[in-house]
């Protein structure tokens, strides 16, 4: 499990914590710092601009910084994924020759990020192999987790497609404590549903389901894993 509240250590999975020492270092040496506050946005969608972002600490000791958004046609929001410290935010408009933003990305809490622009990210990719090769498995990585999203709102019920979440946020970010796993992001009842395409009240019963069975406990905008197990078995993973 990942510690959470270590803000120095890179979490697993993130992009600076697949980088070589050397890389990373090169990495953080380029652009400045900069403070941005909860719920300022980092980018905004259909912005035309092509800053990247690395996520580098927060300050309130969870593992969650940001969250991805994106308006669809009928004025509803959706919540496509969540990014800690060590993620990299931006990367796809950097690459792009279209460098309209495909969403929004707004702070959950006080971050501190470093801001690289374009051309000096593409420099720094052209000149570390290592450095390219762990971006593509990252947006690999990203592009089968949205994969996985689509399929399950097609084959399962919310029971099993929250299940499926909670596990992998545990998975990634979790923090064991003595009463069970902390998810280690703070997440709403609403925000979970967005993540699995279900009604805030759809949620809150497989929720209610799962803390009556022991399978979790629920706070805030907070969930806390106590039986892995039965989790796995709701969750039916191959």
């Known amino acids: 499990m990942s510690q959470a509240s270590r803000p120095n250590e890179w979490l697993p999975g993130t992009y600076l914590a697949r980088l070589t020492p050397e890389a990373r ?69 950097a690459l792009r020759a279209d460098t309209t933003r495909s969403a929004t990305v707004t702070a959950c809490s006080d971050v501190v990020v470093q801001v690289v622009e374009q051309r000096r990210f593409l420099r720094y990719l052209d000149e570390t192999p290592q450095a390219w090769h762990a971006l593509c498995a990252l947006i690999s990585d990203r592009l089968e987790w949205a994969n996985r999203r689509r399929l399950d709102f097609a084959a399962y019920d919310v029971r099993v497609r929250l299940a499926r979440v909670l596990l992998e946020l545990v998975e990634s970010h979790g923090v064991a404590g003595p009463h069970g ?32 069975a022991g399978l979790v406990t629920s706070r805030y905008r907070g969930v806390r894993v106590c039986d892995l197990t039965a989790l796995h078995a709701v969750a039916d993973r191959d």
Request: aromatic share 2%.
């Open 25 to 93: 270092t090169a990495l953080l040496g380029l652009g400045g710092r900069r403070v941005v506050r909860a719920g300022e946005p980092l980018t905004r969608q259909g912005d035309r601009c092509a800053d990247v972002f690395l996520l580098k600490s927060n300050t309130s000791g969870t593992a969650v910084c940001a969250k991805v958004t994106r308006l669809v046609r009928n004025g509803a929001e959706a919540l496509l994924a969540i990014r800690v410290v060590g993620d990299v935010i931006g990367e796809g408009a």
């Open 181 to 212: 796993i902390e998810l280690g992001v703070d997440v709403s009842q609403e925000e979970l549903g967005r993540l699995i395409g279900a009604k805030p009240d759809a949620v809150g019963g497989a929720l209610r389901t799962f803390r009556n």
